[in-house]
């Protein structure tokens, strides 16, 4: 059964930084792809940020390019959302999920979705 859990969401100050982590399990990040998405209410879901381990592709949304940064650990099956910078704009629901492509879009509907987590950034 294919499982995604996020956690390191939580309340921060603006400028501060968290850490998502994205625990795998049903599948090894060797064949799959992790995307990370966030929503606020009222408003479409958008990418964040994805990565795929065997192609070693990554993207980023404009809007968090230079401050968040994605990696995986495939010994840990386990992606990570470093985010610095922290603007009160950041605020969502964050999602974790999976899709089984070595060329990741985060335009597209991905098959897997995590519970998400909750990101409060503080102005």
């Known amino acids: 059964e294919v499982q995604l859990v996020e956690s390191g969401g939580g309340l921060v100050q603006a400028g501060g930084s968290l850490r998502l982590s994205c625990a795998a399990s049903?599948?090894?990040?060797?064949?799959?792809?992790i995307g990370w998405f966030r929503q606020t209410p009222g408003k479409e879901r958008e990418g964040v940020s994805c990565?795929?381990?065997?192609?070693?592709?990554?993207d980023y949304a404009d809007s968090v390019k230079g401050r968040f940064t994605i990696s995986s650990d495939n010994a840990k099956n386990t992606v990570y959302l470093q985010m610095d910078s922290l603007k009160p704009e950041d605020t969502a629901v964050y999602y974790c999920?999976?899709?089984?492509?070595?060329?990741?879009?985060?335009?597209?509907?991905?098959?897997?979705w995590g519970q998400g987590t909750q990101v409060t950034v503080s102005s």
């Open positions: 999920a999976a899709d089984r492509t070595r060329y990741p879009n985060m335009n597209y509907w991905w098959e897997y």
């Open positions: 990565i795929s381990s065997s192609t070693g592709i990554t």
């Open positions: 049903g599948f090894t990040l060797d064949d799959y792809a």
